[in-house]
Every structure is written in C-alpha cells, then in structure tokens.
C-alpha cells in the first residue's frame, strides 16, 4: 500500500498565485534544521507580466499588533529572506528537493514551480502566549510565515488581492535522554529549634514528554519543634521575554495539594503524580503555547534549548518548566513557609519513521467529506481533489 501524504493547498484571492506544501511542521533536530520546500502555481494570464517571489519570515510580536510606544512598534523581523521563482533564475530540477515536489510539478503542469529555503541555526522554535477569552488581535509570538506574492520587484508593497500566506511552525524534539536524575537536597534551621528540617525531592528522569504525568519524590525527615502542614506541589512554567523588556511570566500548569501533615520527630516518604496539560489551562490567559495552526490542536510550550553559540536576546521567548514543592512550619513562635524546586524538561518526543503522518491526521480537524474522499483518491484524481473546498487538503501519493 502507498504511504499517503498531507498536502496544504492555499490560493490568492485573485487566483493568480497558489501554494502547495507537503507539511508545516519543520524539526530542529539541534545540529540541522528540516528545510522548507514547496511548489508555486502562477496564472500568467492574471500576472500582467509581474514577477512572482516567495518570502519566509520569523517574527517576535510581543503585544498588538497596532501597539506603539514613544514611535517603537513592538514586533521584529527576527529572519527574512525572498526568492524570486518567476520568471525562475534556476531549472527546476536544481530546486526541487523531495519526492513529493517531484510529484506536485508532475501533475500541476508547466505553471508549477518550486521552491527552497534553508533556516539559519540561530532561530527560535515557535512559540506563543495564549490569550484570554476576551482579546482580541494578534497574539505574543515568535511566529514563521511563507508569503507568496507578486509585483514588479520584491521592495514594492504587497498587493493582498495577489498574495499567499501560510503560517508554518518550527518545532524541537527532545534529545536523547541523559541519565541525570534532578534533585534538590535542602536543610532548614528554625528559631528555638534545636534540630532542622530536611527536604529532599527528586524526578526519576529529567525531560518528560508531552502528555506524560511527572512523577515527584518527596522526603520530608522533621526532626524540628516545629510541625509541616500544608504541602503543595506544583509544575511552573516560566517564560522569560528576553527580546525588549526582559519580562518573567511565571505559570502554574499543574497542582496537587495533598492533606498530608509531618508532625515534629516524623518522617514523610511519598511519590505524587502531576499533569501539565493544556487541557487543564484552557483559556488561561499568559500560557505558553507551542505555535497552533488553524484547526490544529497544540500543547504546552516545549522547553527551550538554546544552542551554546547563539546570543539568548534573538530567541524572543525562553520557556523552561521545574517543580516546586512548598509548605508551612508552623510553631510556638510564628509559622514560616519553605520551598524547594526542581528543573526539568518537557519536549515533544523524536518521532519514529512512518508515525509522521498518524501525528498530524490525529491532531487536525478536517472536515470528514475531506478526510474520506482523501483515503479513497489515487494520483490520478489529484487534482480533481485539489479543486474541492477547504483551506488544506489530505491526498494520497505513491
């Protein structure tokens, strides 16, 4: 049986320019980066003897997009890079890459051509904030685009009636597990105490995926005067915005608060369970997402890796998650309240060979005329399928 594909189909409102891509997720596996490739169909007729370019774009916006302060807009083109593809400065068989490509061209006709981008190694992963239910506008994000677009050179402006844009995001899976285990060991003294009180909590494993509960140790040895109540455990996510103004936003993703208690001379030894999930932050405003596409679900944001050689302040925002547990001594004397936290990772899992395509049809809503019509359609009816309505489309190919 072939393997079937995901192709994404959009089209400029005057018809004269379209773009077709195979995906829009695009991995950093920390020493490459998967390039961006696709194929342009152009309409000469509408054209009017203009030129077609394509432009991929990284930006960091941080706050609306109307949003000025003292004449500084609050967005960035952290990357930008535009080539022409018609008329085409190479054959296209120097720019086509993938099987895939190979097939588009074959069956879009002499009107299709392709194109090819590379990314640099110093650009962040797409990430976003999610907003709360009564924003509006667009969000904080460091954010990917493909434009498409065409004009009598690439500095003129952008005519919206001819011009494409498809929002792609650049993700990082986790690296190969080390075998580091985080823990923190911690001793605190307490006024007219004469023996402290010693923490100990640990993770069994230091990057946990997506989905996956984490799993605390905690080892609480109370050889004070005093006595621990209310223990809390929690997963903070921190985003720190290093690109402007260096903000903190700190997130509680996931909380258990047990009614265990450790009373003076007593020993607590107990393993509890939390689930940072976004299932349970939906509509939370301030909560770092990994990039969303249109009708695609997404999760919490992945831990930022930032390669050694790449300055922090181009990353726009660093996201990194630990575990804190907390808890009051309470005495004769007043009651004070002791911490202890734990850094982790939380990261897509690397994928396996031949599961790309199950990730992505489980996560997309498509409608199911769509979605069946897909599964039942060879090559040979590509583009009757093409035609049919949506913004993407599932296709088979050989």
Known sequence: MSPKHVVFKKVSRDKSVAVYMAKRDFVDHCDSVDPVDGVIVIDPAQLKGKKVYVMLSCTFRYGRQDMDVMGVAFRRDLFVVTRQVYPELQDKEKLTHTRVQQKLLHKLGDNAYPFFFEFPDNLPCSVSLQPGPNDVGKKCAVEFEVKAFCGENQDEKIDKQSSVRLTIRKIQFSPENTEVAPFADMTFEFLMSEKPLHVKLSLPKETFYHGEPVKANVEITNSSSRSIKDIS????????????????????????????????????????????????NKDRRGIALDGRLKHEDTNLASSSIVKQEVLKEVQGMLISYKVVLKMIASGTVGSSEVSVEVPFKLMNPKSEPGKDLKCLVSHTALPSDVCSSAYQTGVANLDSLFQSKGFFHLITSE
């Open 233 to 280: 455990l929690s997963v903070e996510q921190v985003t720190n915005v290093v690109l402007y103004s260096n903000d903190k936003y700190v997130k509680s993703v996931a909380k258990e608060e047990p009614e265990d208690s450790v009373p003076s001379g007593t020993t607590l030894k107990k393993e509890y369970t939390l689930y940072p999930l976004l299932a349970y």
